[in-house]
């Protein structure tokens, strides 16, 4: 917790909200985080990039999918005339499968 601590303190240092804008971005640039507060950012960042990448690509993935099997068109030109042809064979106790 002494990171985040210490992260917090460093942002409100640089934005302080009695400066103005441009000296607490001058303060920025002119009076970087310490290494360890740098690292944690660093941290953050890829924590934050990954999880954005894991979501666009996980949204991605389902809409692909519920595209192909909801929303898209049979590739048959009359799907309503489609049948299934079953087989029953009741000798050997099938009474339905599929014929191919």
Partial sequence: MRSAAAILDWIESVFNPRTSHSTGLANLLRFPPRPAVAASLARFAAAA????????????????????????PLPFSDPGRLAT???????????RSPMS
């Fill in 49 to 72: 990039v990954l999880t954005l990448a894991i979501g666009v690509g996980a949204s991605s993935a389902v809409f692909s999918a519920v595209r192909a099997v909801l929303l898209a």
């Fill in 85 to 95: 042809v079953w087989d029953q064979n009741l000798a050997v106790r099938v009474p």
